[in-house]
């Protein structure tokens, strides 16, 4: 099994991210879980990357040549793909990836997780999309896609195909128990 992780370029202000990243890094590789990611050797990226590589587990790095040139590209991992932009970076990802999870991070982050579910929703794939909500960082945008269901702009089956979970063994339980819904169109 490959599992996705789309996480910050940067490790933010506060050490929780940081120590969550080595966790589920570490726990990726004890599970013999193989890491898909942006390619990167900074922020979360390079941390979840390194503890993978640490604890014996495989890494897939996916990188736009854009920033490969500006040697951003992490220069240790099992597998290193160097694509022409950011649209070929998440197809390739997404044809390498069994499950999606989103980390703490910014815009970046939340396009990719975004894209994935919305995805999983027109019934492109079947693959499961998980937030990793260290220390309640998604709770105000989980709140959102729960305001989105109130009002009417989104099916509650569709928010349930989220996953939120606050630990790694919590996260690929869930991961392996998951079951798509239909389609959206179906």
Known sequence: MKIAVFCGSSTGNLSVYTEAAQRLGRY?????????????????MGVVADAVLEAGGQVYGVIPESLASKELAHPGLTELQV????????????????????MPGGAGTLEEIFEAWTWAQLGYHTKPCAFYNVQGFYDPLLQ?????????????????MLIRENSPEALLTSIRQYQPPKHKWS
């Open 144 to 160: 959102m896609v729960d305001q989105m269901c109130s009002a009417g702009f989104l099916k509650q089956m569709h928010a349930d």
């Open 28 to 44: 990726l590789a004890e599970q013999r879980i193989a890491l898909v990611y942006g390619g990167g050797k900074v922020g979360l």
């Open 83 to 102: 694509v022409a932009d950011m649209h070929e970076r998440k197809a390739a990802m997404a044809e390498l990836a069994d499950a999606f999870v989103a």
